[in-house]
């Protein structure tokens, strides 16, 4: 079985091609379309690694990636955020809240499963 890769965001434009890219490259995959729904996904079947968009209904990116954060339990998901939010301020609070990465949009597919492979291999080898 491949890593599992939840892929949150509330645009299917965003969603499909992302979960094809994750899939073509051998990851399983899930899918939320809200933070509410992301926190039930990880809290019943944690990911390794969750694609984290911030401009969430009800609960944003930026207080899903905190509640994670915050459980002990969920310390080896890894979580990158991808967001059209590219600030300077937006980017240093998602790193402060517990983000691993931070890659803004418009993305390149190569660089996010460059650092998708990255994380993955920095958890594997601190196991």
């Not at 240093?92 to 990465?101: I, P, Q």
Request: with cysteine; glycine share 6%.
């Amino acid at each position: 079985m491949g890593k599992k890769i939840l892929i949150v965001d509330d645009e299917p434009s965003i969603i499909v091609p992302l979960q094809f890219l994750m899939e073509q490259n051998g990851y399983d995959t899930m899918v939320a379309f809200s933070g509410e729904e992301a926190m039930e996904s990880i809290l019943a079947d944690p990911p390794d690694l969750i694609l984290l968009d911030i401009m969430l209904p009800i609960i944003d990116g930026f207080e899903v990636c905190q509640r994670v954060r915050e459980r002990s339990e969920l310390d080896h998901v890894r979580i990158i955020m991808i967001t059209a939010m590219g600030s300077e301020a937006n980017i240093a609070k998602g790193l402060a809240l517990g983000a691993d990465a931070y890659i803004t949009k418009p993305f390149s597919n190569a660089a996010v499963v460059e650092k998708v492979r990255e994380l993955l291999k920095q958890k594997d080898e601190t196991k």
